[in-house]
């Protein structure tokens, strides 16, 4: 499979973006899709992942309550509804594809990007203070 994030960009403090991740090559319907980030001279980390059927998400708890992960199956794509953005969201985001994970992956499993097989190039997002 191959991911294309798209919907990066500069926004101010407060402000919003949704970023999706259209997927092609085959369906994601039995996939755990999730999201990472990685701000200059950090590591990548965990941002939301969300379940096959999409009746369970994930958060890091730096984003939780501001973001929201969603999936549409039948268009093959992955969003990520990102509010009350802060300069700290600042990075390339990522989204990742595994296709081996069970329903109920959990939290802990769901956020281990050793798990995700698959990658997108990532999209930028760049929060102004």
């Known amino acids: 499979v191959q991911l294309q994030a798209s919907g990066g960009g500069l926004v101010q403090a407060g402000g919003s973006l949704r970023l999706s991740c259209a997927a092609s090559g085959r369906t994601i319907n039995r996939d755990l899709m999730g999201w990472f980030r990685q701000a200059p001279g950090k590591e990548r980390e965990f941002v939301a992942a969300i379940s096959r059927t999409g009746s369970s998400t994930y958060y890091s708890d730096s984003v939780k309550g501001r973001f929201t992960i969603s999936r549409d199956n039948g268009k093959k794509t992955v969003y990520l509804q990102m509010n009350s953005l802060k300069f700290e969201d600042t990075a390339v985001y990522y989204c990742?594809?595994?296709?081996?994970?069970?329903?109920?992956?959990?939290?802990?499993?769901?956020?281990?990007?050793?798990?995700?097989?698959?990658w997108g190039q990532g999209t930028q997002v760049t929060v102004s203070s």
């Open positions: 990742a594809a595994d296709p081996n994970a069970i329903l109920t992956a959990g939290q802990t499993y769901s956020s281990n990007q050793e798990n995700y097989n698959y």
